[in-house]
């Protein structure tokens, strides 16, 4: 079955290290992975996001990496801040049929803890 | 840009009880959905509206009813609240139901006693 999973459940670094948050997907047929942060009492906050076609994409001090030979995910976070600490999410988008239509479902893992100390 | 935006924050209820949570977006996206989020059980979908007019059951949509009032709004009401339906709830939108990001409201915490 379909399923996306994190390798650590919690992750602690010193300010201004890099930081690699790891997920696992099993669905091979997943075309769209999105990386999610939440903060404590708040939702889900939209990082970065990367097709199946690519293998690697960068934002902003963030940069996601796709292996599809293994079904992995990573989320690296370069000089992490005290304000980085936080649950990160990865999710994967399949398709499933309803009715006839198909139509995207987006899959959540456990998240992991981030947790950054100065 | 206020996003995506929901009310109640914070709700106890009494189990029996009846209530709506209401949630707007001012995106102009197409879908909307309503998560529920639980310790150790992540994100999970309650019901979704792919676009106005249309709305579906999602993994967990026992216990709720949901209304797409128009293009912005979309509500999710509890009829007779049981305390499993404690949790945090979470309204999203996306601009069509094809593999888009989801945008997220900041949260409703419910307590059913």
């Known amino acids: 079955g379909e399923s ?10 010193q300010e201004g290290d890099n930081s ?10 997943s075309d769209y992975f999105i990386w999610y942060k939440q903060e404590s009492g708040k939702g889900p906050q939209f990082i970065i996001d990367i097709r199946s076609n690519m293998d690697k994409r960068q934002g902003q001090r963030v940069t996601v990496l796709l292996n599809k030979t293994v079904k992995h995910l990573s989320l690296q976070i370069a000089a992490t801040q005290p304000g980085d ?13 309803a009715g006839g239509t198909s139509y995207g479902k987006l899959t959540f893992g456990q998240g992991t803890i981030l947790t950054v100390h100065p | 840009n ?10 106890v209820l009494k189990t029996g009880q009846s209530m709506t949570l209401q949630c ?10 309503w998560y529920r989020q639980d310790p150790g059980m992540g994100l999970r979908l309650i019901y979704y509206s792919a676009s106005e007019g249309t709305t579906d059951k999602g993994e967990v949509p ?8 128009n293009k912005r709004e979309f509500s999710l009401r509890l009829e007779s609240a049981a305390p499993s339906q404690t949790s945090v709830y979470f309204c999203a939108s996306s601009e069509t139901f094809t593999g ?6 900041e949260g409703s915490w419910l307590t059913v006693v």
């Open chain 1, 20 to 29: 690699i948050i790891n997920c696992a997907y099993s669905n091979s047929a």
């Open chain 2, 100 to 105: 888009n990001t989801i945008y997220f409201g």
């Open chain 2, 24 to 33: 707007a977006q001012d995106m102009n996206h197409n879908s909307m959905y």
């Open chain 2, 62 to 69: 026992n216990g709720y009813n949901v209304s797409r009032l």
């Open chain 1, 85 to 97: 600490s936080a649950v990160y999410f990865c999710a994967e988008n399949s398709w499933a049929n």
């Open chain 2, 2 to 11: 206020a996003g995506v935006t929901q009310t109640p924050k914070f709700q």
């Open chain 1, 4 to 13: 996306v999973g994190l390798h650590l459940p919690t992750l602690s670094v």
